[in-house]
């Protein structure tokens, strides 16, 4: 079993809507989790970080963590064009490394 | 602001060529990485070491080799290219601890033909 797993997608939304992005993670002893968001050709960004239960929101995005059920969710309100990407899911598990989800597709149609 | 960069955007080698990938970080982070991308196969873990001179296999070290003798800099090395390298490799870095993120550098688009 992966450490963190993700829907594959592709997801695609209308623009103005509200994408879900969904993760599990099997390690329960992961502290950190953190959502990075990757344009075709180029690196992963960060773009949150959340660490205990709940929602954190920061702009048009929100991260949900509930830890007993080992799950993580991006929800992306008013989707843009500009948020079509690839956005990968990462836990910390140990000091020294993350382990990243195989990604999530987002398509925003104009 | 966390700088990672890597010693080239683009590099085409040729198969059997030994092949050198810069990455250097400007924030003292003690753990650096080294990621290939491949379409479908979403990031996957080479090497990666925690200090200066250690080093550690990650998912698939076959074919690649690193090198560590600055804290700031992390060499991963093709000791004969295949044309499955091709890729594109991500260097990344981050301090040690539960909580910190991780930055990545920009990425190089190896081509072995």
């Known amino acids: 079993q992966k450490e963190v797993e993700q829907n594959s997608g592709p997801l695609s939304v209308p623009e103005g809507a509200i994408a879900s992005l969904n993760c599990t993670y099997s390690d329960r002893g992961s502290q950190s989790f953190f959502w990075y968001r990757q344009y075709s050709g180029k690196s992963p960004e960060l773009i949150m970080s959340?660490?205990?239960?709940g929602d954190k929101e920061d702009g048009r995005f929100t991260a949900q963590l509930n830890k007993a059920s080992q799950y993580v969710s991006l929800l992306i309100r008013d989707s843009q064009p500009s948020d079509s990407a690839t956005y990968l899911c990462?836990?910390?598990?140990?000091?020294?490394?993350?382990?990243f989800g195989a990604g999530t597709t987002v398509t925003v149609r104009a | 602001d966390v700088k990672v960069t890597q010693s080239s955007r683009y590099l085409v080698k040729r198969t059997g060529e030994k092949v050198f990938l810069e990455c250097v970080q400007d924030?003292?982070?003690?753990?650096m990485f080294w990621y290939r991308q491949d379409p479908g196969l979403g990031l996957r873990l080479i090497y990666f070491?925690?200090?200066?001179?250690?080093?550690e296999k990650g998912d698939i070290p076959e074919g690649y080799s690193v090198s560590r003798e600055k804290k700031e800099r992390f060499s991963l090395i093709l000791e004969s290219a295949s044309t499955n390298q091709t890729s594109m490799y991500l260097c990344?870095?981050?301090?040690?601890?539960?909580?910190?993120?991780?930055?990545f550098g920009p990425g190089t688009r190896l081509t072995v033909t």
């Open positions: 990462a836990a910390v598990t140990n000091d020294y490394k993350l382990s």
């Open positions: 070491s925690y200090d200066v001179k250690m080093k």
């Open positions: 990344a870095s981050r301090p040690p601890g539960l909580v910190d993120e991780q930055y």
């Open positions: 924030m003292d982070h003690e753990n």
């Open positions: 959340i660490y205990s239960n």
